[in-house]
C-alpha cells in the first residue's frame, strides 16, 4: 500500500484585520483571522508578500489572543523601551 505524503493545505482569509507593518521590499506583517484546511479559523500573524505568498508565522487561538492582549495591555511603552518582560 502507498501512502500519499505531499503535504496539502488550504487557508482561507475570513477577516483581515489589520496590516502592522510594511519592509522595504513590500512584504506586510498582518493580523487576520484565517481558517486552515478548512478548520475554525484562528488569528494569525505574520509577513505576506505583494503577490500573496506567505512566511512562517504565528496562531492564536480566541483565548491565547485575549491573553496577550491583557499582557500588551500592561505595558508601559515609551520612547521605544520597554519595562517589562524577562530577564527585567
Do not use: C
Not at 479559523?41 to 480566541?62: C, E, F, H, Q, Y
Not at 500588551?72 to 511603552?77: I, N, V
Amino acid at each position: 500500500m502507498t501512502e500519499d505524503t505531499t503535504n496539502h493545505f488550504t487557508f482561507q482569509v475570513i477577516d483581515r484585520v489589520a496590516v502592522l507593518s510594511t519592509d522595504s521590499k513590500g512584504w506586510t506583517k498582518e493580523l487576520n483571522l484565517i481558517s486552515y484546511n478548512e478548520k475554525p479559523a484562528v488569528w494569525d500573524i505574520r509577513k505576506w508578500s505583494p503577490n500573496g505568498k506567505m512566511s512562517r508565522g504565528i496562531t492564536l487561538k480566541n483565548e491565547e489572543l485575549i491573553a496577550l492582549k491583557e499582557a500588551l495591555q500592561t505595558l508601559e511603552m515609551e520612547k521605544g523601551e520597554h519595562t517589562h518582560g524577562y530577564g527585567r
